[in-house]
């Protein structure tokens, strides 16, 4: 599976962004579909993901303000952004993976990343 994240740029505090993930190669309907964020000198985190059945977890910092879809026909995750923060600016990748924990940055495939910026 590769996987391709684009919808990345900058926005202003309290803006919104739409992020999306597409693959291609094998089908990635029974795959969970994850994204993970990188700041500047941080640690990759986990910020959402979407399982093969439709069930999705969130990270506590981004509830109520990110959701996560996919569309399996379109072999696609999306990410929308709502209510953004300085906090949120970092890079986002996308990954997924047949099995494993949600939360766990282990997944077998990643996208490129996309560079989401947030200014105050």
């Known amino acids: 599976v590769q996987l391709q994240a684009s919808g990345g740029g900058l926005v202003q505090a309290g803006g919104s962004l739409r992020l999306s993930c597409v693959a291609s190669?094998?089908?990635?309907?029974?795959?969970?579909v994850g994204w993970f964020r990188q700041a500047p000198g941080k640690e990759r985190e986990f910020v959402a993901a979407i399982s093969w059945s439709g069930d999705t977890y969130y990270a506590d910092s981004v509830k109520e303000r990110f959701t996560i879809s996919r569309d399996n026909a379109k072999m696609r995750g999306d990410l929308q952004m709502n209510s953004l923060e300085p906090e949120d600016t970092a890079i986002y990748y996308c990954?997924?993976?047949?099995?494993?924990?949600?939360?766990?940055?282990?997944?077998?495939?990643w996208g490129q990343g996309t560079l989401v910026t947030v200014s105050s």
């Open positions: 990954a997924a993976q047949s099995s494993g924990r949600p939360e766990v940055p282990q997944y077998g495939y």
């Open positions: 190669g094998r089908s990635f309907r029974s795959y969970t």
